[in-house]
């Protein structure tokens, strides 16, 4: 019996329940964005500088970046990383690391990434980021604003995102 399909089917279930108990109940800040969290993939963050672009962009400094990488026996632990090793059945991050970003109530949460991904979009869900913004190609329930754009292209996302954000007057 393959125990990681089993989990992987409990974890959406526990996605689609949470996306539906979030989805009258979603409070979004009308603060000016001072701090701001990223989720994305290990393959993203070691392609792009992301987290300088988003600084230099929206003139923010205390950006902090979590990355997404399958576990690897052979691979250090790293307090920048989270696998799906650090989730248990009931969708629960067990890493305390990353479940401190999670609970650190940003004015921005990114999510950088356009697949559909279990993992990064459990950990969206769970983000108490005041306001949230990905692409539109993965969960449109997840975010406040969502972007069809390459996640290459991470010049237009910024200024995109920066648009917007001034058009809200969150910047």
Do not use: C
Not at 114 to 138: I, N, P, W
């Amino acid at each position: 019996m393959n125990f990681t399909k089993l989990k992987e089917k409990k974890i959406r279930k526990t996605i689609s329940k949470l996306s539906k108990k979030n989805e009258g109940n979603r409070f979004v800040s009308q603060d000016k964005i001072k701090s701001i969290g990223i989720l994305t993939t290990d393959k993203v963050s070691s392609q792009l500088e992301l987290q300088s672009e988003i600084e230099s962009t929206l003139g923010v400094r205390n950006t902090k970046i979590y990355s997404f990488r399958r576990f690897n026996k052979t691979e250090e632990v790293s307090y920048r990383h989270f696998s799906e090793k650090d989730v248990n059945w009931k969708g629960e991050f067990h890493q305390q690391n990353f479940k401190s970003f999670l609970e650190q109530p940003f004015d921005l949460l990114i999510a950088y990434f356009d697949d559909k991904h279990l993992y990064l979009e459990l950990a969206t869900l769970q983000s108490r980021a005041s306001f949230k913004v990905g692409f539109s190609q993965v969960n449109y329930k997840l975010f406040d604003i969502d972007f069809s754009i390459e996640t290459i292209d991470i010049q237009q996302f910024s200024s995109e995102l920066k648009k917007y954000l001034s058009i809200l007057n969150k910047l």
